[in-house]
């Protein structure tokens, strides 16, 4: 850390810091202190008030959303460089839930870092864990053009597990890392059928790959298509009503993305 006399520094969990100013004409004085919560008696109001509060989160954390009955993989080497079992459950139930042809996210905005074995009852907090951010799902028009580049830049930074690596719905595609960013991608299939690059394209997304975030700055140029609510919801919410809805999900690895061994 830098040190400097009028910068102030808390490191240690269990601790405040206390600072006392005084003034001398232009002169400022700092007089800090750390102390630690272990000298401070508890307050028996505001013990029971928190206590409360922790045991009602805990109940809602806890609730159960469904089965998956398939393993899930959600460490960082797993979903920023390949196609996820994990990513396609969440880009499916972007996708059924915008009634989109094609569903996009990032593998970076899956954060669990966890495994889950076979036949794993997943809760609303193994969701809270997995989908720490409040992103909100975002329908888009897109040229094929359009989806294009951002699939490039997709992939375009595989070898240092960016986060922008696309887990995707709705369409497959094959790359190969062994060529120059920008020119990977060998084909990419819509619905079963080869891209065009002047149709337009229905595609779910997260409201930050839809401003440009993580190099997708082609999908700002897309076209918002209004969903009609007044609140979108949130993309860890979609996935809970889709595992919901469902009562209980197989999740695979079937050839979305598809990484070429050559070039």
């Given at each position: 850390?830098?040190?400097h006399p009028k910068h102030a520094y808390l490191l240690e969990e269990g601790t405040a810091l206390k600072i006392e100013?005084?003034?001398?004409?232009d002169k400022v004085e700092l007089t800090k202190e750390i102390l630690s919560?272990?000298?401070f008696p508890k307050n028996k109001e505001v013990t029971e008030q928190t206590s409360s509060y922790v045991a009602?989160?805990?109940r809602l954390l806890d609730a159960e959303v469904g089965l998956t009955t398939k393993s899930l993989d959600t460490t960082k080497f797993s979903v920023r460089q390949a196609e996820n079992a994990f990513g396609n459950l969440v880009a499916d139930s972007i996708r059924a839930f915008a009634n989109s042809d094609i569903g996009i996210i990032n593998g970076g905005v899956i954060r669990g870092g966890k495994q889950y074995p076979p036949n794993t009852l997943l809760t609303r907090r193994d969701i809270a864990t997995e989908l720490p951010f409040r992103s909100r799902i975002v329908l888009i028009e897109l040229t094929g053009q359009q989806l294009l580049d951002g699939l490039e830049n997709g992939v375009s930074r595989i070898k240092e597990l960016k986060g922008r690596f696309p887990q995707v719905s709705g369409l497959s595609v094959r790359y190969s890392p062994f060529v120059t960013a920008g020119k990977r991608i060998k084909s990419v299939e819509v619905g079963g059928?080869?891209?065009e690059l002047t149709k337009l394209y229905k595609v779910a997304t997260s409201d930050y790959l839809a401003s440009g975030g993580d190099g997708y700055s082609s999908f700002k140029n897309g076209k918002i298509?209004?969903?009609g609510v007044k609140v979108t919801p949130l993309l860890s919410e979609v996935l809970i009503s889709y595992i919901r809805q469902k009562g209980q999900v197989s999740p695979v690895i079937e050839g979305r993305s598809v990484k070429l061994n050559s070039n």
């Open positions: 850390l830098i040190k100013t005084t003034t001398s004409g919560f272990k000298d009602r989160l805990n059928q080869p891209l298509i209004a969903s």
